[in-house]
């Protein structure tokens, strides 16, 4: 009786060993691919990642050429332009289903963003050319760029590709605020970041653009050229503000006689060399 049930128990154990062996294997999924927000279109340029999993010669990198299409194993080439990676997922599944596969599981992400760029210029960290992964707002565009100048900038002026309408206008101060959250840039604008400026010309250590403050006034403009020249005739110092030529005496300035003078963004500020 013993015999009989460890023969049982050998038998029982043999052909739950054969079930094993029998069934599929199952593959291991990849790890997670990059994330892209739904709202991202994918464009000529860009770089499609595909894994269909258990299924190594269906997935890898695939480009977008100029037309919006890209060559896909078995379904030839599928035409992804326009469309959102979760889209792009549904429609590579679907086509996969007639007739390759059955109940494939597929997972579709941007390794490779060629296809939004936005031109980043003016008073900025690193001006260029930065390329879109999702909805980006001007000031997540310009943070990439380094950020702005500390110092000149009262506004940011942004050209919409194919509108022959004149640049959208945004006082930097309103970009601080939180609706900045609201104002975003689209593929192919071109974001450009002015600097106001004060020229400086004549008998100073380093003539040239000084960047314009609020309350930027004559004195502390030529300190930051390096000051005045030995030669520099103090007394006869002027700002020239459009058609306006406003004299300034900065012995009487320094002697305390006269108040500074604030300065204007544009004024060009002119210190003449003594006669003596």
């Known amino acids: 009786m013993i015999t009989f049930g460890a023969t049982m128990l050998r038998a029982l154990l043999l052909c739950l060993l054969c079930l094993v062996l029998t069934l599929p294997a199952r593959a291991e999924p990849p790890g997670p691919p990059v994330e892209v927000g739904g709202d991202y279109k994918i464009g000529a340029g860009d ?3 595909v894994q269909v999993y258990g299924e190594p010669s269906l997935s890898g990198q695939f480009p977008v050429d100029a037309s ?3 060559d896909f194993p078995l379904l030839g080439r599928v035409l992804v332009g326009g469309l959102a990676p979760p889209e792009v997922m549904i429609m590579l599944r679907t086509q996969l ?3 390759y596969l059955v109940n494939p599981s597929v997972t579709v992400s941007v390794s490779g963003f060629r296809s939004q760029p936005v031109q980043v210029l003016g008073a900025v960290a690193k001006p260029g050319l930065y390329y879109l992964h999702g909805p980006t707002t001007v000031m ?4 990439e760029a ?3 100048a500390q110092s000149g900038v009262n506004e940011v002026r942004i ?3 194919g509108e022959e309408q004149a640049p959208v206008v945004l006082p930097y101060n309103e970009l601080l605020s939180r609706s900045a959250d609201e104002l975003s840039v689209r593929g192919g604008d071109i974001v450009f970041v002015p600097q106001s400026l004060v020229t400086v010309i004549g008998s100073v250590a380093k003539p040239g653009e000084v ?3 609020n309350g930027l006034t004559v004195t502390q403009c030529i300190a930051n050229t390096g000051g005045a020249l030995a030669t520099a005739a103090l007394g006869q110092v002027y700002v020239l503000r459009g058609d306006k030529r406003i004299r300034v005496n900065l012995r009487r300035v320094f002697s305390g006689q006269a108040a500074d003078v604030l300065l204007e963004a544009g004024d060009k500020l002119y210190v003449p060399e003594s006669a003596i």
Do not use: F
């Open 47 to 49: 770089t499609v990642s």
């Open 68 to 70: 919006g299409g890209l």
């Open 97 to 99: 289903m007639a007739g």
């Open 140 to 143: 997540a565009i310009l943070s």
């Open 146 to 148: 380094g950020g702005v």
């Open 159 to 161: 050209t919409h590709q």
């Open 211 to 213: 960047a314009y403050r």
